[in-house]
C-alpha cells in the first residue's frame, strides 16, 4: 500500500459518527488551538505542541478532559491496552516486578499513566499471593482517570496512593504500559530537494477541520539529531519523541535503586527509520479505527507514535542507568511464566471465561497481534541482569 509523504487534514473516510456532546467538545478544543496558532510569530505551532495541547490541554484536550475511552468500559471505546484484555497480563508482570523489589530490598511500585488501574488491580493481589504487600503509587495526567482508577482500587485501601509530581528520588519498581507512545512528538519531512523541513500546522478558518499542515526549515537542533538517526532521505517523514527521551533521562535522577519496565510498541532505530517506513509512525484512534489523519477530531480522538527504543535506551544510559534487557511482548510473557499462570487459570475457569482467556492471551503473545510489535524495555541501577522476563530471547543486540 502506497503512503502519502504528508499526513492529511482532512476528514478520514468511514469513521463513526461523531455524538452531539463529543462534537461540541471537539469545537471547544479546536477554538483553544486556533487561539495559539494565532498567537504565535508566524502563524505557525510546531505539531509537538499543537499535539500536547490536543491530548493534554487542562479541561480540554483527550487524556484530561474525560474524553479516553476504553473497550472494557464501552463497546465504542478507542483502544484496548493489555491489562484490560485479561488480569493474567498483570498477574504476569507481577512475577518480573517481585524479582526486582527482591533486588532492592523495597516494597514500593510506582505507575505511570495507570489507565483505568486494571494493571494496579492485578499486580497487587498477585504480589499478596506471593507473601509481598507492597506500597503503590500512581502518577496519573488525568484527573478523569485518576478518579476511575480511585473507583476500582478502593477494595484495595490505602495502599494504593496517587501522586501529584515526580518523587525526589524512589527505589523499586517502575511501570509505564503504553506511556511512551502518547507522548507528543517532533514531526519532520526532508523535501524534494533534501532540505530537512519541521511540520507544523496552521490554520485555515473556512475549513473543516480549521487546519492545515506548513513546513519551515528545521531548527540546527533538529537537523543535528536527525543527521544522527539516518541519512537524508528526499519525501521521507517521521518523528522524533524527544519529550519520551527527556523523561527516561529524568528517571535517572531519582530512580536511586531499582528498574523501569518500558511496555509499548515499537522498534529499534534502524528498523524505525527504515527506508520502507517513508510515512513515519503517526497514528490516530477513534471508536476502535485507527487513521493517520491528526488533525481531525480535536480533543476527541487520541494520537500516538511508535517508540524508537534504540532512543530510548540511550537516553537511559545518559540518565546514568543500565540497560537490562529488551524484548518481545511475547517472550517477555513466555519467560516471567504467563504458560504456568495460564494452566491454572484455564483449570479453574468455566468454558466461556476460559474461551475469553485464551483468545486474550493470543492476542497478548501473537506475532500478527501485539506479541511481535509490543516490546519491553528495562532500564535501571544496582539490578544486575539477567531478569526474570529477559532470560530468553534478549534483543539488547539490536538497540
Known amino acids: 500500500m502506497t503512503q502519502s509523504a504528508t499526513p492529511r487534514a482532512g476528514l478520514p473516510l468511514n469513521l463513526p459518527a461523531v455524538d452531539e456532546i463529543s462534537a461540541a467538545h471537539s469545537k471547544k478544543v479546536e477554538a483553544h488551538l486556533l487561539s495559539r496558532i494565532a498567537a504565535t510569530p508566524d502563524g505557525l ?3 509537538e505542541t499543537w499535539m500536547s495541547e490536543a491530548l493534554y490541554s487542562p479541561g480540554l484536550g483527550y487524556y484530561a478532559a474525560g474524553n479516553i475511552k476504553f473497550a472494557s468500559e464501552r463497546a465504542t471505546g478507542d483502544f484496548t491496552t493489555a491489562p484490560e484484555m485479561t488480569p493474567l497480563f498483570g498477574r504476569v ?6 524479582e526486582i523489589l527482591e533486588a532492592t530490598g523495597t516494597s514500593q511500585i510506582l505507575e505511570f499513566g495507570a489507565g483505568t488501574g486494571a494493571l494496579a488491580a492485578a499486580i497487587i493481589p498477585a504480589l499478596r499471593d506471593m507473601g509481598l504487600e507492597v506500597r503503590y503509587q500512581i502518577l496519573e495526567v488525568s484527573s478523569d482517570l485518576a478518579g476511575r482508577q480511585a473507583q476500582r482500587l478502593e477494595p484495595l485501601g490505602a495502599q494504593v496512593e496517587w501522586l501529584t509530581a515526580l518523587p525526589d ?7 509505564a504500559n503504553e506511556v511512551l507512545d ?6 519532520f519531512r526532508w523535501n524534494e530537494s533534501g532540505e530537512l523541513m519541521e511540520l507544523c500546522v496552521k490554520a485555515q478558518p473556512e475549513s473543516s477541520p480549521p487546519f492545515d499542515w506548513a513546513e519551515r526549515p528545521a531548527s540546527a537542533a533538529l537537523q543535528h539529531t536527525v543527521a544522527r538517526r539516518m541519512p537524508a532521505l528526499p519525501g521521507y517523514r517521521s518523528e522524533l519523541n524527544l519529550q519520551a527521551e527527556a523523561w527516561v533521562k529524568q528517571l535517572g535522577k531519582w530512580l536511586k535503586s531499582g528498574a523501569a519496565l518500558l511496555i509499548d510498541y515499537g522498534f529499534p532505530q534502524r ?23 491528526p488533525l ?8 500516538t507514535a511508535h517508540v524508537d527504543f534504540t532512543a530510548m535506551a540511550d537516553a537511559a544510559l545518559e540518565g546514568g542507568m543500565d540497560v537490562l534487557g529488551y524484548t518481545t511482548q511475547a517472550r517477555f510473557l513466555l519467560n516471567a511464566g504467563l504458560p504456568q499462570l495460564l494452566e491454572n487459570e484455564v483449570g479453574k475457569s468455566d468454558p466461556q471465561a ?3 482467556t485464551l483468545s486474550a492471551v493470543q492476542k497478548l503473545i501473537s506475532e500478527a497481534e501485539m506479541g511481535e510489535l509490543f516490546k519491553v524495555l528495562a532500564v ?6 539477567p531478569l526474570l522476563g529477559f532470560t530468553r530471547g534478549d534483543r539488547r543486540d539490536t538497540l
Open 45 to 47: 505551532l510546531p505539531f
Open 93 to 98: 508482570v507481577a512475577r518480573q516486578v517481585a
Open 169 to 175: 528520588e524512589f527505589r523499586g519498581c517502575v511501570l
Open 182 to 187: 502518547a507522548m507528543p512528538v517532533t514531526l
Open 271 to 293: 528498523e524505525y527509520y527504515h527506508p520502507q517506513r517513508s510515512a513515519g509512525t503517526l497514528m490516530c484512534h477513534f471508536r476502535h479505527h485507527s487513521h493517520d489523519h
Open 296 to 303: 481531525v477530531l480535536a480533543g476527541i480522538q487520541d494520537i
Open 354 to 356: 476460559t474461551n475469553a
Open 380 to 385: 535501571g541501577r544496582d539490578i544486575t541482569p
